[in-house]
């Protein structure tokens, strides 16, 4: 892991007044940089060739002769060949350059290599560096390691197929598309053998696809995103705060669920078995009696990183949670950072972040708030690592 000392010798040759918000070009980018321009930064989005349009063309920002936006999020654009090409010293030598304060993503994180990020990246992270780790299911002190120790609820682990004797989920990668996922259930072994078999014949999960998958209890219940935010620097509220809550739309497992339960029936018959694939949000509520038991999750969740991950969480994370019949949370998964669906309250904000700060408050935007907060009180140091 890269020094927080190497990190902060960096943050001395900064121009903080002259701060930019950067990013990958990817995941919730159009959010981080939503929020930034709202807050008074420029951006800069570094992009993969092939993939930059969205950013460099139709969200291009357009600034009048005073510099307020008019149009658009994207002030600037790096182009480069492949996104882990972020890590060559020569893109990250332009970032701190040009004062970048970087925002990671899950795309970050992926197209990067962990090893990367956390021992190459020399440019200031808004967030916890350390924590990003755990993201990697398998490793030893993985996200379901932190629930374990936090207390926290979570699907039993199913530890072998022969142990399959309710419906079961079976979380593995997708063999083709490397950064997606190649998820399918069973409610028995045979079930397993047979379904395993199917996607293995159709190229969808790779032979020995057993060696990193997870299989887990199913908990039939609505999906819930649970999108916070920890705020080292708040002194006068609660460091811990609920922005909003957002939920998936995955392919092609939605179109399938529209179907006629005979037709499901039919589909599976012919091998046709639906994937989870992630290729939209939407947005949600909870009814207001099940907000205590979210922020008593999400505490639990802070005070272990801060005990297992010194300093703890900084800034966003996500509790991607099932609620079952009898309205309990199950933590199925957690993004220590920026969640995937927030594009979908940026501008508008999130209900609950709204209602806290009282005006339009998405999760890009309260990172950058929180970025201007950091560098007028002189504690830039407190948010990066």
Known sequence: MISRDEILAALDDYDLKKAKVGVIASHSALDTCDGAVSEGFRTVAVCQKGRERTFARYFETQRDSSGNVVRGVVDETVLVDKFKDIITPEVQTSLRN?????????????????????????VPLVGSRNLLRSEERGDERDYYWILEKAGLPFPKKIERPEDIDALTIVKVHHKVKKLERGFFTAKDHTQFVEKSTELIRQGVIEEDFLKEARMEQYIIGPVFNLDFFRSPLEEKGEQLELLGVDWRFETSLDGYCRLPGKQQVELEEDGIIPEYTVCGHNSATLRESLLDS??????????????????????????????????????????????GGTNVHMSVGHPYGNALWRREMSTGRRISMEIRRAIEQERVDEIIT
Do not use: H, W
């Open 294 to 339: 979210a922020f008593e999750m999400a505490e639990k969740y802070i005070e272990a990183t801060k005990k297992y991950y010194d300093p703890g969480i900084i800034g966003p994370f996500c509790l991607q949670t099932c609620v079952d019949k009898d309205l309990n949370f199950y933590i199925y998964d957690v993004a220590p950072r920026i969640g």
């Open 98 to 122: 040009s004062n970048v304060l970087f925002i990671p993503n899950r795309s970050f994180v992926s197209y990067s290599g962990i090893d990367a990020v956390e021992d190459q990246f020399r």
